[in-house]
């Protein structure tokens, strides 16, 4: 196998893993907390919008819902871990997915955080590092934790990569 097939290879397949992780944290987090998930149809709303030419939002909520936008928000939310996972394999390498720590992965979770604060958020209506929502300190810790485990997660998709692969 070629050096870039074994990155992307690599790459959807860690990313895949972390988004799973986090998908199932914030099931048990819902269940357990009583915490509502994203909606990833609002995501995919805001994204749809974003084409037709409008970045922000004064209530992405309230903006008019688009055809298939649940499909696309989910399937950006997915492409988005594994985009992050191929940071984390630009930055650290293949030799990082040969033999996984924890450090690298934890520092790109938390630091993927950065894209919900100041990206995300702020276009959806929900203010810079979620300043106009209703309990902006409990948003941004819930944030912060999930990212943390979506970290966790790449490391262990790097494992589990790592056992398929090689």
Known sequence: MTEAADYLISAVLIGTGATV???IWTMIRQRLLGIPSLDYGLVG???GHLARGRLRHDRIAASP???GERLIGWSAHYLIGIVFAGVLLAFFGLDWARD????PALLVGLGSVAAPF???QPAMGFGIVASRT???AAARLHSLVTHAVFGGGLY???WLTHMVLR
């Open 100 to 103: 996984p720590t924890i450090g």
């Open 65 to 67: 819902p688009l055809r």
């Open 21 to 23: 992780v986090m998908d």
């Open 118 to 120: 100041l990206v995300m």
């Open 45 to 47: 709303r805001w994204l």
């Open 134 to 136: 209703s309990h902006p």
């Open 156 to 158: 262990a998709g790097g």
